[in-house]
């Protein structure tokens, strides 16, 4: 790294912001603000305007003093908070917006000259040279032109050396506006309401707002400072807060030296008849002005670009690599300022550029909501590593967010609009071609973590209404996970919309660094498994030395949401049985806390085609039929199933038949179970006549078969009790804890 390259102080952040704050409208339109809406309305507007610029200083420099903030400012901040996409969709438009201003500024330089031009348009010369004398290009051309040798042969240093300059000149016209007398204000007593309100206040304050706009340009020479954690807040801060002071000095002056109508009058510049020497030092004061914050927008632009480019974003890699490359020692922007320089030619050449300037005003105004949000978030994420020198008070930088984002709307719906589709339709096309770089930045995973630890704790505190309502919140444990997928298919169908799932993959032994290096690359395989499935469940791997000691672990993990797991779902596979005996022996320990349970039989067919569902209900497991019903909905409320049915087949003994029957479509008319009478088919079986067989030859065709048992079935029968299901696919046996109902 160079150590001999040049760098800025806190002046050229200084000189950047105020000569961008007191721009062309302060000559051209502020005079215009006070004829219309009188001296406290022309206030009034200065502090709404500084309402929302204060607060963007404020954030920007407390952002600042928190990280390094190198080339590209305000983009740079933005990206690193938000993440390189969505800075992407802002850092693209904001350059726009940067590159347009640079026409914007030179065609008020143009309005300088209107004497000049007024002395060509009475020459008698040829026609064709009267229509050049009466264009405007005739002095903004040429200006473009010498501002553009300058930056490209010079650079910053250059163009800094030219800021002091011009901001001198504009200190100098400023001071003669002040001290210049009127008969107007040896006549008269100075009114707060006398303005001739042919304009509406909030349109006037549409149009005058750009004049408190600035204050971030110099932001844009972070990778040309020296100290930018101190010259930017320094910087930024003292040119807003001078800037305001100014407008408000200003509104007095103008205010109680000319006429409301005199003031309103747009086809002259009013401040030539207040000023000690006006004729000739308001249009170079207009000159320093405008000329000024085309130099203070040319260099920042560039950067930005730059910057844009060096992180690969635009789709176009050979384009990334000619704009983010450097000149010189000093690494200046040579080639973004060549594109800088034609976008701002051709809007020069189109001779005005009102249209676009209320949308670039609308860039700005995102751009400065983003930097309020920016700082309210790090505030509300309270990440540790946050810790800026400059704080900033989180109710300050919301209200400045809120504010900005409000007034985008308030100066012209149609044009925000369109700057919020643009920045989408940027988003959409970066992130489709950087696939990479969408990653959920840490601003916004600190957010989450606060709101997710508040809610869990709310939660958990909240009396909950004592009621039997139920909602599945799964835990499932599984030594096999990467070699049968089923139980990982069912727990996302169960979580999809009404329920929780929580899926972890036991590594058998002892917790030692082996260990846990495959615990690790396990849970991150299983994070990528859940990413492609498009689940909602939650993931994580867990050492255990033994099936036992893995259940009775996975059994006390707190629940999702603040609501306490109420499930363990297991699995094992038909064709290799072994693992039931343990799931089995470990019974008594699940059932100790009340926890239902589903055990996933799988074989090669697995779960079909994703069409039928099918629930068994006899006579000895009412307990479990609302369980059953309840699980088949859910799963069916995934799109995976978006052609599935189920169907419910209650199997009663031929000799209590009808007592039977009675006993469960009292349960339906009790409301306990969800489903019509019509979608059960009742059967009656003879006492020789096995369930299981029946169960075979109806369900032989299931993509899901679900059947209920009891306790005392699998004492009295152990593994026997799920055996002998080998002519249908995946089955799931319920075992509910208590009885369940739906509200």
């Known amino acids: 790294m160079n150590t001999n390259i040049k760098k800025f102080g806190t002046a050229p952040v200084f000189f950047t912001a105020i000569s961008t704050i007191l721009g062309a409208i302060l000559f051209l339109r502020f005079g215009y603000a006070i004829g219309n809406v009188g001296l406290f309305g022309a206030l009034l507007i200065v502090l709404l305007g500084h309402a929302v610029t204060i ?99 010079k650079g910053a240093d250059l163009g800094v050396k030219v800021l002091y300059i011009v901001v001198a000149t504009l200190a100098f016209s400023l001071i003669a506006l002040f001290v210049g007398q009127t008969d107007y204000s040896a006549t008269h007593d100075l009114e707060f309401f006398n303005g001739t309100n042919e304009v509406g206040f909030f349109t006037v304050f ?46 007095f002056k103008l205010a109680s030296s000319a006429s409301p109508a005199e003031l309103s009058d747009t086809t002259s510049l009013v401040m030539t008849k207040v000023a000690w020497q006006g004729w000739w030092l308001i249009p170079l004061g207009l000159a320093a002005a405008t000329i000024s914050s085309a130099l203070g927008s040319i260099m920042v632009a560039p950067r930005t670009l730059q910057a844009i480019g060096r992180d690969q974003l ?65 505030h509300f994420s309270a990440d540790p590593s946050y810790r800026p020198t400059f704080k900033s008070r989180w109710l300050i930088s919301l209200f400045g967010a809120i504010g900005s984002y409000g007034l985008m709307f308030f100066m012209d719906p149609v044009y925000a609009f369109i700057a919020i589709f643009m920045m989408v339709m940027i988003y959409m096309v970066v992130s489709r071609y950087n696939p990479d770089k969408q990653n959920l930045s840490l601003i916004f995973q600190g957010v989450i973590f606060q709101v997710s630890r ?31 997928l089923a139980a990982f298919e069912l727990l996302k169908w169960i979580s999809y919309r009404y329920g929780f799932g929580t899926y972890i993959h036991k590594v058998p032994g002892y ?77 008594a320990l699940i059932t100790a806390v009340n926890f239902d349970v589903a055990i996933l039989a799988t074989n090669e067919r697995g779960f079909g085609l994703f069409r039928q569902i099918h629930i068994w209900i006899t006579d000895r497991d009412y307990n479990n039929a609302v369980l059953n019903i309840l699980l088949a909905y859910v799963i069916l409320g995934h799109p995976d199933w978006k052609k599935g049915m189920i169907k419910i087949y209650a199997v009663f003994p031929e000799t209590t038949m009808e007592n039977d029957q009675k006993r469960l479509f009292d349960l339906i008319d009790d409301g306990k179970l969800p489903i019509s009478k019509n979608n059960i088919q009742v059967l009656s079986r003879a006492e020789t006549t096995s369930v299981k067989s029946i169960i075979n030859t109806k369900s032989k065709d299931a993509d899901l078969t679900i059947i209920g048992f009891n306790t005392p079935s699998l004492k009295h029968k152990g593994v026997d009790l799920m055996a002998g299901y080998d002519e249908i696919g995946n089955t799931l046996f319920v075992h509910a804890g208590d009885q369940k109902e739906i509200k």
């Open 511 to 587: 917790l030692s660094r082996s260990n846990n290096e495959l615990a690790i690359q396990a849970k991150n395989r299983l994070i990528k498994m859940a990413e492609d499935a498009e689940s909602n469940i939650y993931v994580d791997s867990l050492i255990s030395p033994s099936f036992t000691s893995a259940i009775a672990q996975v059994i006390q993990l707190p629940g999702m949401s603040g609501t306490d797991n109420n499930l363990l779902l297991l699995e094992y596979s038909k064709s290799n049985p072994k693992l039931l005996e343990d799931i089995i022996d470990n019974f």
């Open 454 to 484: 508040s809610l869990h704790v709310f939660l958990q505190k909240a009396n909950k209404e004592q009621s039997k309502s139920w909602r599945p919140s799964v835990v499932c444990v599984s030594e096999s996970t990467f070699e049968r």
């Open 55 to 153: 607060p963007t200083a404020m954030s920007i420099a407390e952002i600042a003093t928190n990280q390094k903030v190198e080339g590209g400012g305000e983009y740079f901040i933005i990206s690193r908070s938000f993440g390189l996409v969505m800075g992407s969709s802002i850092g693209i438009t904001l350059y726009m917006s940067q590159a347009i201003s640079v026409a914007f500024y030179i065609i008020a330089f143009a309005e300088a000259f209107n004497g000049l031009f007024e002395i060509l348009q009475g020459l008698d010369v040829h026609p064709i040279l009267a229509w050049v004398f009466s264009k405007k290009q005739l002095i903004s051309i040429p200006a473009l032109a010498t501002l553009m040798v300058v930056v490209l042969t």
């Open 206 to 251: 549409a149009i005058i707002f750009p004049a408190f706009t600035g204050m971030t340009a110099g932001v844009g020479l972070s990778g040309d400072l020296k100290n930018p954690g101190k010259s930017i807040p320094i910087g930024t801060l003292s040119g807003t807060l001078l800037g305001m002071v100014i407008y408000v000095l200003i509104c």
């Open 314 to 378: 635009i789709p176009m890699l050979s384009f990334n690599n000619w704009i983010s490359k450097g000149k010189g020692k000093s690494d200046e922007p040579y080639n973004a300022t060549i594109l800088t320089i034609i976008i701002a030619f051709v809007f020069v050449m189109m001779g005005g550029v009102d249209l676009v300037a209320k949308i670039i005003s609308m860039f700005f105004m995102v751009t400065y909501g983003t930097l309020n949000l920016i700082s309210f978030l790090q």
